[in-house]
């Protein structure tokens, strides 16, 4: 049996989880880090100090600091002691926990290293809030006790915005906030400059609305240095049901680093999960093509492959937009639970009753309807008193969310009214709609702006930008889009396609890329 500390952390851990239900797994966003990916977190960690303070804002079972002084203590490293501090408020992880930090003493004193222990059993956002600033900047005072290093695999859940740690953590986080990223924030407030950032989190942070403000204050002083993107999230967290896209985080404490004339650097890996770590594909590339701080949605994009700078480039050329074409994007207004007293499963067409709309309506460039399905396909009209029924015009109806190992991020279609009957639609909540605001998109625009967003040009730049499984409308909404005449000729090309030509060698054509 493996005697690593990391080995006996993470059998510790399993077996306290498995006792856990999974309702009280996601209610803690408990996902215990994997030996595997703890020891590609730790190799990354510098070594080159005789002595170094260590921060693990939610320890877990430990297997992820385990796998750190491991690291430390090998013989090419010049660390001698080493002082953690941890934090953990899940009892059964609390007593598990101690048990592993004994047992890592024992093990670092037999190779020559100290280690130091502090466990703190309390809220570690909470603890820290008075760290996060409220005048522009993100921390406000130096920590009494700044650390060397930081690393963490935080919970994932949302909160309230009347969470006490929401409210503490106002400066970086607004609406209803993913708890790890006020333990990214906290923690980031407790390192010395030039101290080093590790985190296992949901790529989510990266791209949004939501996360705007975390990101402009955050990477004011947190200059990232590497990344790498996990392509499964079901991969990279084998024994739980992820549902986020899942990457590291490596950073430097530089406060204003933005500011600075130094050209600094980004190396982004990449693999499909914990299996092929070891053969990642890695490439560097200058920050600022990663991360500029200057643009007003502050998007961290992290091409993984040089073929997707291409891409990139491409739409960032575009001048266009929705808003300058006025259209705009919504989301189908119709909540079937909060509905349920006008819908149906079966009906004699008539006028009482319009389509509606559900996801797996939705194909790309096509809308079947109806289909098997055990889901209520017709809205009476009287629920357009309510405002849950639309004109039926034309529209680009797209998935709102997808699944990661979907082949494609945006899958898109065009409602031509003129090919369904009746005066009104009811659109699910699970679509997105794009409509014009002077009137009504032309068949032409309606079929061109579908096949644009139905290419792989497209959907690598979403893919790209955006680390969410949710298409954000506010993310659609600041897409760049080519001329408005392209578009058309896209969509004129699309009525007279054959069977011989895809839709992105009609994009392709009508935009001047090369093939």
């Not at 039926?392 to 065009?414: I, Q």
């Amino acid at each position: 049996m493996d005697s690593r500390p990391s080995r006996f952390a993470d059998r510790l851990g399993a077996e306290i989880v498995a006792r856990k239900s999974a309702t009280e797994r996601k209610a803690g966003g408990l996902y215990l880090t994997p030996v595997e990916v703890a020891d590609f977190i730790a190799r990354q960690a510098s070594t080159g100090t005789s002595e170094i303070r260590i921060l693990d804002p939610a320890a877990g079972s430990g297997t992820l600091l385990c796998s750190v002084v491991e690291r430390l203590v090998m013989p090419e490293s010049a660390v001698r002691r080493v002082e953690l501090t941890t934090y953990e408020t899940d009892p059964d992880l609390q007593e598990a926990l101690a048990a592993v930090l004994e047992n890592l003493k024992r093990w670092a004193a037999e190779h020559q290293v100290e280690v130091a222990v502090r466990i703190e059993k309390k809220d570690f956002v909470l603890a820290h809030a008075g760290n996060l600033g409220s005048n522009g900047h993100l921390f406000d005072t130096q920590s009494n006790e700044p650390f060397d290093l930081a690393v963490a695999n935080p919970p994932y859940f949302k909160i309230s915005k009347d969470d006490p740690r929401a409210q503490a953590a106002m400066v970086v986080v607004h609406g209803q906030p993913n708890i790890y990223a006020l333990f990214m924030a906290a923690t980031a407030a407790l390192l010395r400059k030039g101290g080093e950032f590790l985190f296992i989190t949901p790529r989510s942070f990266a791209s949004g609305p939501y996360f705007r403000l975390f990101r402009e204050k955050f990477f004011a002083n947190v200059r990232p240095v590497g990344v790498h993107v996990f392509g499964s999230r079901r991969e990279a967290f084998g024994r739980d049901e992820v549902l986020q896209e899942s990457m590291i985080l490596r950073g430097i404490r530089d406060d204003g680093w933005q500011h600075s004339a130094e050209r600094f650097e980004l190396e982004i890996s990449g693999s499909a999960g914990v299996a092929d770590l070891s053969n990642a594909t890695r490439r560097t590339l200058p920050l600022s093509d990663a991360l500029t701080m200057a643009s007003g949605d502050k998007v961290f994009r992290l091409p993984i492959l040089p073929c997707e700078d291409a891409a990139l480039r491409v739409v960032d050329s575009w001048t266009g937009s929705l808003h300058k074409y006025e259209m705009n994007i919504s989301t189908g207004p119709v909540v079937p639970f909060r509905a349920t007293e006008f819908l149906d499963k079966f009906v004699t067409p008539s006028e009482d009753y319009a389509p509606l709309i559900w996801m797996n309506h939705v194909l790309a460039m096509q809308v079947t309807f109806p289909i098997e399905t055990r889901k209520p396909q017709y809205i009476r009209v009287s629920a357009s008193e309510k405002s849950l029924l639309l004109p039926n015009r034309n529209y680009v109806l797209l998935r709102r969310f997808s699944a990661k190992e979907e082949a494609r991020r945006l899958v898109a279609a065009p409602w031509l009214k003129s090919t369904f009957p009746g005066s009104l639609l009811g659109i699910e909540n699970h679509l997105n709609y794009i409509y014009s605001m002077r009137g009504e998109m032309s068949e032409d625009e309606t079929l061109g702006l579908a096949a644009l967003l139905n290419t792989e040009l497209l959907d690598t730049y979403f893919r790209v930008s955006s680390g969410n499984t949710q298409v954000s409308a506010t993310e659609l909404r600041a897409m760049p889009l080519p001329p408005r005449d392209v578009i058309v000729s896209i969509g004129q090309r699309v009525k007279r396609q054959t069977g011989g030509e895809s839709l992105d060698e009609i994009v392709r054509d009508a935009i001047g890329a090369p093939r």
